[in-house]
């Protein structure tokens, strides 16, 4: 590859490696930022486009690479790339639902299957996963991640990575991969999208760079940077992050793109005009400029100007064009152009079918009290709410390349899986009334939201006549898909009050209410929890959302997803996270009110209203106390923790079954708990299993003030539960090798 690359760059001008460094957008499609390219056709035969994005299929994408690889003087071919996010046009859970399966065989063949199609529509490169942690709700890009957790989240990033990428970036059914948004976008400050950073090194290291580092261990071949600054320099111009830490750290090889005119949106945040921003990002480790065109018509000046040099524009290019050569786009650049596999592979039958277990898979259960779940298949079962028989909002947010009139409805999974039960249905309540609303999140230029010209009284009395006909009302509420994803945070997390009165007509039925809820972030549901009977947490499914759903709701499928984000009780309770600090002086409930001066509000608990890694399952399961193989430990000796876990309930079901750590002395102040482990475990009704995990020193690692990772010696508390506030304990002691040594000759 080197001595092709070598010559090839031997025959380029400085116009155009310059060229190869611009990502443009032409539009027409499907806009995702707020400008597309000009004249794109022209840019391409004058060799200024490196490659494109924003739409897909054979008859879009080849147009553009004939024109590349037949009329350019060079005829270097372009990437073509694309936001596909959980899966392509076979659409698949959003990825916050997806990490509620806490199953990394199964995310990692949803990139796999994503990948598949996407190279049968034209393209070799997608911009996911986005794996920025988040731990305030408000901001709607929580839905295109997988929560709060670092650990979780590590693991996640690496098994979408190796979904996309294979072990081979040339076979033609993987593409180049994307790691975004580099870095700590997730944590803008009070949830409003695109807003301040600021945080220590210590926490950067300990919570956020994580699942950004495990896709790079993981080999993914591109980062994006992020709009946001970090430690007071916008991403993309800082050098500290996209090459101190970056490469020469981390050991990233491949191309850092930039987030859509991220260059440009540096004069806003007040580091100069384009030229300088230009020049400062392409020195900080930057190497192709989306949509904004610095790059394109600056550097050429700044090189002459000495501000930049040859080098670093040759790096640049040197990485996208190592890209198009993994890829072997320079053998052969139509070869994601096949439109047999086109027609085997889009939506076919298998990748539906996994759309469907995942839909499954990623359900909640978030309350069971009263075992109205799972529906029997026989009575009546009255359908409602404005989500039942929504068609346009199955996809869940950044779906570009789904068409959501392929889409499943819950009413139709329902009808398709309820046996001998009959279905009434009526739709009861728009999302929003609100015609306002409706159209300020039509982010993606159509409007997600229908609303019923009736007047709302109407709608409700039709809903409740219906309800007192049946056995069980299935409410299906929430939010509609735009009011989650990019530039949609929300300051009031609730379900959207217009469909409240609904809910209240419902309850003063008497009959037993099971609320479906769709949304793209944990919401705040306590009114809700407080009336109805059962609550599933179903996301945004996708395709098939609707038969998935239907299989949890009848018990096809007992639900075993675990919540990856916190939900709060209110919003003034956000930024709320299981894995916070102790604080010099922390609330305990059993102090009651009279306990002045402790770390708590005065209207509301400290509490999460659902905590991290809460789930239920229509089996119950008993935990035994933890077991550890030692309670004093030497170096790097190896610690089995285990719990038998039971199952005590009348179905057969699955188990996240959760290990937290932690370390109540150290050097610099810890979280009360972290995750460290887990394993998923199937359990017959009866059955009993021991669920061992094993510790080493690594497990109880942390960054200190010089931002090492070390472990230092001492107790440490080992959690076992079901979720990130049920849980066993045991104490451990772990000591240096010589502190053990000592302690055993003084015995
Ligand atoms: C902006 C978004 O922040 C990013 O996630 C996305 O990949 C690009 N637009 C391209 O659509």
Known sequence: MKKFIDDLMKKMTVEEKIGQLNLIAPGGFCNTGPEVTKNSSEKIRAGQVGGMFGFFGIANVKPWQEIAVKESRLGIPLLFGLDVIHGHQTVFPIPLALSCTWDMELIEKSAKLAAIEATADGLNWVFSPMVDICRDPRWGRIAEGAGEDPYLGALISAAMVRGYQGKDLSHPDTVLACVKHFALYGAAEAGREYNTVDMSRIRMHETYFPPYKAAIDAGVATVMSSFNEVDGIPATGSKWLLTDLLRDDWGFKGLVVTDYTAINEMTAHGTGDLKANSAQALNAGTDMDMVGEGFLNTLKTSLEEGAVTIDVIDTACRRILEAKHALGLFDDPFRYCDEKKTAEKILCKEHRAFGRELSAKSCVLLKNDKQELPL?????????????????????????GGDWQKCVTLLEGIRANAGDAKILYAKGANITNSKDWAERIAIFGNNRIDIDPRDPAEMIKEAVEMAKQADVIVAAIGEAQEMSGESASRSDIGIPPDQRPLLEALIKTGKPLVLVIFAGRPLTLTWEHEHAQAMLMAWFGGTEAGDGIADALFGAHNPSGKITATFPRNVGQVPIYYNHKNTGRPY??????????????????????????????????????????????????????????????????????????????????????????????????????????TITTEELKFYNTALEHVWEPGEFIIYIGTNSAEVKSAKVTWHTVAEAARRRKNA
Not at 623 to 644: F, H, I, P, Q, R
């Open 588 to 693: 305990l409930a059993a102090g009651g009110f009279d306990d002045k001066f402790k770390s708590r509000y005065l209207d509301v608990e400290n509490e999460p209203f659902y905590p991290f890694g809460h789930g239920l399952s229509y089996t119950t399961f008993e935990y035994s106390a933890v077991k550890l193989s030692s309670t004093e430990m030497s170096g790097n000796d190896t610690l089995t923790a285990s719990v038998t876990l039971t199952n005590t309930g009348k179905y057969a079901g699955e188990e996240v079954v959760q290990l937290y750590i932690s370390d109540p002395v150290a050097s610099v102040a810890r979280a009360v708990k972290d995750l460290k482990g887990y394993q998923k475990v199937m359990l017959k009704p009866g059955e009993k299993r021991e669920v061992a995990f």
């Open 376 to 400: 029997k298949k026989s009575g009546t079962i009255a359908v409602v709410g404005p989500m039942a028989d929504d068609r346009k909002n199955m996809p869940g947010t950044w779906a570009i």
